[in-house]
């Protein structure tokens, strides 16, 4: 594995590689860091050369001094493939990362070799009610992170997943003591840049493959915002995985994995 950081975009990006092959970029949402992939890194970079980075304002990378849009995290993810040498990627981006994704693939379409879009939506800006308010409140006034991890948890998995006792309390006790904890102001950056986010009406300018998956759980970007996604998007396969919610790389990580990789490694 090599690991680094990187100066790119006015920002310091730790990023990690693993593996050999064609490259394949992988893009983490909101308040995620790399660490995030575990699922998916072993599972990928047997095929891949596997990049996961750390978004700006998360994990290992620096701390954003100023607001920012969606569009400046893109360019943060072009100037970071440059940085690497890297001129085309497989590009992969679950959440936010996957408004990062639309982004970078409208702004650089040669960057990007094939497209797949997971458990996001084609815009955010749209909706006349603040759906982040009571996660910014809770994030703001929950100290432990107890009552906004437990939140994030009924938001992100199945109603299978929260009837396990044992698998609720793992989790929550990973969440509760991340390896590199997130400030609250750098969450209410995050969050303020995914609000503006709007992609819809420029997506027809996609050109390259694109999968668009969602499990059919999913509450934070549901089956529909998915359809919608897809439709925007010139030729885009729709994909969608039973038994599976937001957090489905976590819940279902092999049926996951395996549906990337059979788009990514189908021919033509």
């Not at 936010?96 to 797949?116: C, N, S, W, Y």
């Not at 991340?178 to 609250?184: A, E, G, R, T, Y």
């Not at 549906?259 to 021919?267: G, I, N, S, T, Y």
Request: glycine fraction near 8%; include cysteine.
């Amino acid at each position: 594995m090599e690991s680094g950081f990187k100066e790119c975009n006015e920002q310091k990006l730790y990023y990690e590689i693993h593996g050999e092959g064609e490259p394949l970029l992988l893009i983490m949402g909101l308040g995620g860091d790399s660490t995030a992939w575990m699922f998916q890194i072993p599972a990928f970079s047997k095929y891949f050369k596997v990049i996961v980075f750390d978004n700006r304002d998360v994990g290992r990378s620096s701390m954003a001094k100023t607001p920012y849009m969606i569009a400046d995290m893109a360019e943060d993810t072009a100037g970071l493939m440059n940085a690497l040498g890297i001129k085309q990627a497989n590009v992969l981006g679950g959440s936010m990362g996957g408004f990062i994704a639309q982004e970078l693939v409208i702004r650089h379409p040669d960057k990007v070799k094939k497209l797949v879009l997971t458990c996001t939506a084609g815009q955010m800006a749209r909706f006349k009610i603040d759906l982040f308010e009571p996660l910014l409140f809770i994030r703001q006034h929950d100290p432990s992170n107890k009552v906004f991890f437990s939140q994030m948890m009924f938001q992100t998995m199945t109603h299978e997943f929260l009837k396990n006792g044992e698998a609720v309390n793992q989790m929550l006790a990973f969440f509760q003591n991340p390896p590199f904890p997130q400030p609250v102001e750098a969450f209410v950056r995050q969050v303020n840049a995914v609000r503006t986010f709007d992609a819809l009406d420029r997506l027809q300018a996609v050109k390259v493959p694109t999968l668009v998956l969602v499990g059919d759980q999913d509450i934070a970007s549901p089956s529909w915002a998915a359809r919608e996604l897809a439709s925007a998007i010139p030729g885009a396969t729709l994909k969608v995985l039973e038994g599976g919610a937001h957090g489905f790389n976590f819940e279902i990580p092999d049926r996951f994995n395996q549906a990337v990789l059979d788009f990514l490694m189908k021919k033509g």
